[in-house]
């Protein structure tokens, strides 16, 4: 059975307040965002890049939480929050985060070391209550001097990342297509799919 719950346009008191299993599904191309609990064991966490992905592929496999534009603060403030009610044990717990975070604030003060905080301890904390967590890259852009920025921040995370959590690079696995200069078109988000799943 399908729960889910909203992420966009309420706020995180609502979402703590409702829960992850209590809302129903909803793809929601106005606000651009989706949340979908499949019943699935493994959880895609991240930004509009995952909201393409589940567009395009119509993805049962995986339980969503995707909302555009999105960074860390959203990570901590609604997502988290949310997964601490899930029970974790033996599920996989993919996070996609960092593009917006970059644009937003230029790669030299994007947030490397309050993500790198988040995944020695909110992760650790799932890692400890049975999930396994995967910590995907930003994955490159179609613009040079954004994907500079791309490449100085995942070096950076790559490093501060602890052993027991898995970090995905995806980067020369499947060859992007873009239709703009940060989101992929459906051929390429739909092979990322089926990669991210292996």
Known sequence: MKKTIIIGILSAFFFLATGFKSM?????TASLYVVEDNGAATYFIGDSRLYMMRLSTGGQAVNWLAECGSGYAVLV???APLMD?????GKTILIEYGI????MNGGASAPIAQYAYFYNTKAQEWAAKGAR???LL???SCNSELNSEIYRFNAAIQSQVPNNIQ?????????FGYVDNVHF??????ALYYQLLQ
């Open 24 to 28: 129903p599904n909803e793809i929601n």
């Open 77 to 79: 403030n609604q997502v």
């Open 85 to 89: 009610q899930e029970n974790l044990f």
């Open 100 to 103: 917006n975070d970059i644009i």
């Open 133 to 135: 967590v995967k910590v």
């Open 138 to 140: 930003v994955m490159p």
């Open 167 to 175: 970090v995905v690079n995806v980067n020369g696995v499947v060859p």
């Open 185 to 190: 078109n459906e051929a390429t988000s739909t």
